[in-house]
């Protein structure tokens, strides 16, 4: 087996999704006739050549329109489903899902439809498709601290089906800090940590997510590779980087996926791991983002089993089950 063969054949974890973002225009329009919600597109093929997207604004708002077709718990329910099961295809075994409620509750939907949606589909995929899942639930940073306060509190009644929370959302203008009193709150109610940082913003959003956030692992973080001293010190802690090479090539983050830092990273002893983000907006889910990775970059086999190897050792599970992913890991890696 060559890298590539072996990218694709080795199970893995998805460490930085955001369901939302795996909605296919498909199911877009079908859920807009199910819940009667009228689009700006005329057709799957006019919202398709929309992604065109020249930042990460350009983005986010196709993105939240294309959201705006879910009401209901079973639309939660089928989009995640649709998830998993590009997610076997591709190994994924474990998987932690972002989810963006406030994108949902300001439009009148309850809460629990959302995450009554979601972790029936978690469930169902552990059942039927053996792959292991948690929720994330994300707040938007484009939004205010209160805001994302009075979301904690309605998502708390849910506790038990996510593990952890996130920060999306527009990144330039909106730092870390800004959230330092309600991660603060998290952290005291048990729940793990993570923040979007050094996507397009500067590394001092990196720190302010290790120093502030106190987070246990950084969504992108590319722009670790400008800061010598960050560099250094995520080698020294192997806090996880979970970074995105077809996102980053989408939202012009990076110009060709051949200027990527991902293997600079990866040599300097960073835990970084490859994840899809938005798939279904950015061109590829986990498969397609090793695969191109690995041949824009000419990663080695080696390379492919590390980026493996960390992402079961990012995942937020328990070390009984992180070591029967690293057992079925090895056993494809000496084949
Ligand atoms: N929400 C969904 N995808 C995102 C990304 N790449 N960055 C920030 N927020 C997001
Ligand atoms: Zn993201």
Known sequence: MNAIELARAIPKAELHIHIEGSLEPELIFQLAQRNGVALSYPSVE???????????????????????????????????????LRAKADNVIHTELFFDPQTHTARGVPMASVIDGLSGACQKAEAELGISSALILCFLRHLSEEDAFATLQA???????????????????????????????????????????????????????????????????????????LMA???????????????????????????????????????????SDDPAYFGGYMNANFEQTVAALQLSREDVVQLAKNSFEASFISDQRRAACMAQLRAVAST
């Not at 959230?179 to 952290?187: G, K, Q, Y």
Request: aromatic share 10%; net charge negative; glycine share 6%.
């Open 46 to 84: 006019a919202l398709r050549a929309a992604y065109a997207f020249t930042d990460l604004q350009s983005f986010l708002d196709i993105y939240y329109a294309g959201a705006s077709v879910l009401l209901q718990p079973q639309d939660f329910h089928d989009m995640a489903w649709a998830y998993f």
């Open 155 to 229: 998502a708390l009644p849910y506790r038990e089906h996510f593990i952890g929370v996130g920060l999306d959302s527009s990144e330039l203008g909106h730092p870390p800090e800004k959230f330092e009193r309600v991660f603060a709150r998290c952290r005291e109610l048990g729940l793990k940590v993570v923040a979007h940082a050094g996507e397009e913003g500067p590394p001092e959003y990196m720190w302010q997510a290790i120093d502030l956030l106190k987070v246990q692992r950084i969504d992108h973080g590319v722009a670790a590779l400008q800061d010598p001293l």
């Open 233 to 275: 010190e995520l080698a020294h802690t192997r806090l996880p980087l979970t970074v995105c090479p077809l996102s980053n090539l989408k939202l012009c983050v990076v110009n060709d996926l051949r200027d990527h830092g991902l293997k600079t990273m990866l040599d300097a002893g960073l835990c970084v791991t490859i994840n």
